[in-house]
């Protein structure tokens, strides 16, 4: 899935650059697409993955099922947690977000 998920993601940016100059709106896709990216490669296939199948099959073949099944919940809720307060930080503090990552400020869309 991941090799599936590379190419499509191959194929929508060479869309986009064949579609689209460069401009302001292709700037702002590419600044959006940016932390979600970031925060996708931590926390689903980058550090915490790689830390937590060792310390998962540590715990499977040392600790009984009932402790297995505690480390996986604690784990989760940890981990749920983290992700909540990180989304809430990313929402209130997007402004300097864009900034830090894309270098440009956010402005009003003319109405």
Do not use: W
């Not at 060479?14 to 689209?20: G, P, S, T």
């Not at 296939?45 to 040392?62: I, S």
Request: hydrophobic share 55%.
């Amino acid at each position: 899935m991941t090799l599936i998920s590379r190419l499509l993601g191959f194929v929508r940016d060479m869309l986009i650059a064949r579609l689209f100059e460069v401009d302001p709106a292709t700037d702002a896709f590419f600044a959006a697409v940016k932390l979600p990216n970031f925060l996708r490669r931590l926390f689903a296939e980058g550090t915490f993955a790689h830390a937590f199948v060792p310390a998962l099959t540590d715990y499977k073949e040392n600790h009984s099922q009932a402790e297995l099944k505690g480390f996986i919940d604690k784990t989760a809720g940890t981990r749920a947690l983290i992700l909540f307060l990180l989304t809430a930080a990313g929402v209130v503090a997007a402004p300097l977000l864009i900034m830090g990552i894309a270098g440009f400020r956010l402005t009003k869309c003319p109405a």
